[in-house]
């Protein structure tokens, strides 16, 4: 009888020969590196485990920023993944929400029209009053920075 812990190893296994076998969707591998991080596994582990790289697992895993509603019309192919990604430049579920709605029927779905509806409010880096005062300060002042993982 095996135990718990092999049973999981042989479904990594499996999922990795999959994976190897038949590329899987982006999404999947979201979905399959999010259940393998909460069974303790790491990005490395992970990377090594797919014979992917640990820059895309970290890739993968920062879709969880992305608001679960747009994961759906992603499934469905409605938007690209490029799309996708650029949901995760805000933290801000709702509003990344509304503006998915704002733009889902719209003409001009770029990624950058999207990166700038979801910024607008934002500052960038060299801005001259980011550039006054220094990054450590500004954040234990309460702000917050976006980083762009992709």
Do not use: C
Not at 1 to 20: G, V
Not at 121 to 144: I, K, L, N, P, W
């Amino acid at each position: 009888m095996r135990d718990a812990k092999s049973t999981i190893l042989a479904e990594d296994d499996s999922l990795a020969e999959n994976m190897q076998r038949a590329a899987l969707h982006p999404l999947d591998q979201f979905r399959v590196f999010v259940a393998l991080r909460e069974k303790g596994q790491g990005d490395e582990e992970i990377a090594a485990t797919f014979f992917v790289t640990p820059q895309v697992v970290k890739q993968r895993m920062k879709l969880t920023a992305v608001a679960p509603a747009l994961l759906e019309p992603y499934a469905e192919d409605e938007m690209t993944l490029e799309q996708l990604i650029v949901f995760t430049v805000n933290p801000d579920h709702e509003r990344q929400v509304q503006v998915w709605v704002a733009i889902r029927s719209s003409w001009n779905k770029e990624p950058y029209q999207i990166r700038r509806m979801l910024t607008e409010t934002s500052a960038r880096a060299s801005d001259r009053r980011a550039v006054f005062v220094d990054v450590e300060a500004y954040e234990t002042a309460g702000g917050t920075i976006l980083h762009n993982l992709f």
